[in-house]
């Protein structure tokens, strides 16, 4: 088994940045696909960025705005949001898979999730 906690959504304006944490525990990472994901109410929830050992992969809306980064030591996945928009507001998810995978129903392990709001 795999608790996963995010950390470190909020209010920010439109332009500005939030770097949201994710704590893994009863398991090393190491051997995971970890991602992210957000779901706004009524929504399914979407891929926004995943990371295997050798590989980091984007949704389009978010590429070259967002960053996905591992530390398997720490046990811990990251992702740096800048030039936050207001379609970015969500609630973020972080998620760990035993597949190379975006897609959600492959996704074993979830987080609780973090509210993000992006103000215009």
């Known amino acids: 088994q795999v608790q996963l906690v995010e950390s470190g959504g909020g209010l920010v304006q439109a332009g500005g940045s939030l770097r949201l944490s994710c704590a893994a525990s009863?398991?090393?990472?190491?051997?995971?696909?970890m991602g992210w994901f957000r779901q706004v109410p009524g929504k399914e929830r979407e891929f926004v960025a995943v990371i295997t050992w050798q590989s980091e992969f984007y949704a389009d809306s978010v590429k070259g705005r967002f960053t996905i980064s591992r530390d398997d030591a720490k046990n811990t996945v990251d992702l740096q949001m800048n030039s936050l928009k207001p379609e970015d507001t969500a609630v973020y998810f972080c998620?760990?898979?035993?597949?190379?995978?975006?897609?959600?129903?492959?996704?074993?392990?979830w987080g609780q999730g973090t509210q993000v709001t992006v103000s215009s």
């Open positions: 009863g398991r090393t990472i190491s051997t995971y696909t």
């Open positions: 998620a760990a898979s035993r597949a190379v995978t975006l897609s959600v129903p492959f996704y074993d392990y």
